[in-house]
């Protein structure tokens, strides 16, 4: 009975530290105790409004400050052709402000400032075929054979086109060259991205056998271009201004 | 007098004819299947030839970041995906020096000249995409 006042006074102690710890737990900024990754829940937050196969986030830094870390790395993988055709888009952000009441209220992807970003997106030679497929069956352009290859810095592009199929206004340019009804031939041609449109520079035309003069080429770059226009992906706000062709993609970058 | 002027411009007129001729054959020759190729990159000096490899594997290994979210360990990484080869320096036959840093994965990235002082330079490199020459 005379230990009993001791007894109740260390468990009171032990009361009042775990009180002041789960204290401490709660008001932590990280809410790292209860609450999921980070990156997992800011994939969630941009699954929302991002449509791909794959949602990467990468945070990198001390890990004092999670809201607020030296980069935050976002891989996109696959996205659908009703966004962007691209095969992954990887988003890089240096000193990010991750707005986390948006993010933990409304769970929504939301950067308050950032030093840096930098946008690069690669497309296959497949993705550029099915681009090419796409822009023919527009423009109801018929085909025997088309085939792209990439040779940096161009890109190569044989084909067998019905003559009939190319739209009047175009086709007075190539007049000429046709025979027998079919326009085939090749063309090394390069890229530019100026504002998100992908600008093509034919370097060099063949049509049936006979090499196009450049004042003809350059009056088809003009008629052609811009060849696509790449879409934003919503919630970035970006400019694509760069383009490289390289051995098995096409890279294109802010 | 008269027929003098005919001989002229009937001489004028054949050689304007074998020109458009001499073009048309040109146009016909530089169009057989054999030259279906790119046009050949135009000739430049060694340093400009140097400076061009380290952009294009500058290029590269950006592209190689945006696949993998971490820039390769070294430059031969890069090959076949992003460049059919490494290449070397064009005046010392040595390899492009590289080097990659970072924690859990390489952050950040440098590719020089092995032998600048061959360029009369004290150093040359590219980083971020950008050539820095001392």
Known sequence: MAQLPKNSGITHLMLNIAILVLSVLALSPQDSFSREPLENELAKALAKTVRCEKIEVKIKGDGKNRANPDKLLIKLVSMPNQCIPADIATLQYSNPKIDMMALRKAKNFKINSVADFKIGMLFSQQTIRNEFDKAARRLNVQYNKLSIRFTPPYIEVEFDINARSIPSRDRKIVEKFIKNGRLAGYAAIRLQVQGNRVIASPDKVILNHFRMPMPLVSELKKRMNPVWHIPRIPVFDYTLEKVDVLKQYVYVSN | ?134
């Open chain 2, 1 to 134: 007098m008269r027929k003098k002027l005919l001989i002229t411009l009937s001489t004028i007129l054949i050689a304007a004819l074998l020109a458009v001729i001499g073009y048309i054959g040109m146009l016909y020759r530089q169009g057989n299947v054999s030259n279906y190729t790119p046009p050949p990159p135009p000739s430049v000096s060694p340093k400009e030839q140097a400076i061009s490899d380290l952009q294009n594997l500058s290029r590269a290994v950006e592209a190689y970041f945006v696949k993998n979210m971490e820039y390769p360990q070294k430059l031969d990484s890069l090959v076949p995906e992003f460049i059919d080869r490494v290449g070397h320096d064009p005046l010392s036959a040595k390899p492009y020096l590289y080097t990659a840093t970072g924690n859990g994965g390489a952050a950040s990235y440098r590719i020089s000249l092995p032998a600048p002082s061959l360029y009369n330079i004290k150093e040359c490199f590219i980083e971020n995409g950008t050539v820095t020459q001392k």
